[in-house]
């Protein structure tokens, strides 16, 4: 079993910054990908930002020049900075971890969610 713990959600105006972090534990031999997705009401969610375990980015188009991912490999932890909100940018965000469990078997992991709120 492998659990994620998200911190760092909450409600800010445009223009503000807000850090996000994602605590990964359990059954971990290695984790591969870490990313975090969005979800707004009535709509899919989709992925803001990824990072592999080489250290190779990747961002939604919305967010580039905005947001940045990293990870803490020591700590199984991935965070999003993110600058810049926007009231588009509202929505509950979800870290995502992939990775090989103990016994060798592949994981997807997913967190709970946490709400970010932008106002105007």
């Given at each position: 079993q492998v659990q994620l713990v998200e911190s760092g959600g909450g409600s800010v105006q445009a223009g503000g910054s807000l850090r996000l972090?994602?605590?990964?534990?359990?059954?971990?031999?290695?984790?591969?990908?870490?990313?975090?997705?969005?979800?707004?009401?009535?709509?899919q969610r989709d992925l803001v930002a990824g990072i592999t375990s080489g250290g190779s980015t990747n961002y939604a188009d919305s967010?580039?020049?905005?947001?940045?991912?990293?990870?803490?490999?020591?700590?199984?932890?991935?965070?999003?900075?993110?600058?810049?909100l926007k009231p588009e940018d509202t929505a509950v965000y979800y870290?995502?971890?992939?990775?090989?469990?103990?016994?060798?078997?592949?994981?997807?992991?997913?967190?709970?969610?946490?709400q970010v709120t932008v106002s105007s």
């Open positions: 972090s994602c605590a990964a534990s359990g059954s971990i031999f290695s984790i591969n990908n870490m990313g975090w997705y969005r979800q707004a009401p009535g709509k967010v580039k020049g905005r947001f940045t991912i990293s990870r803490d490999v020591t700590r199984n932890t991935v965070y999003l900075q993110m600058n810049s870290c995502n971890v992939r990775g090989i469990g103990l016994l060798r078997e592949y994981f997807t992991s997913w967190g709970q969610g946490t």
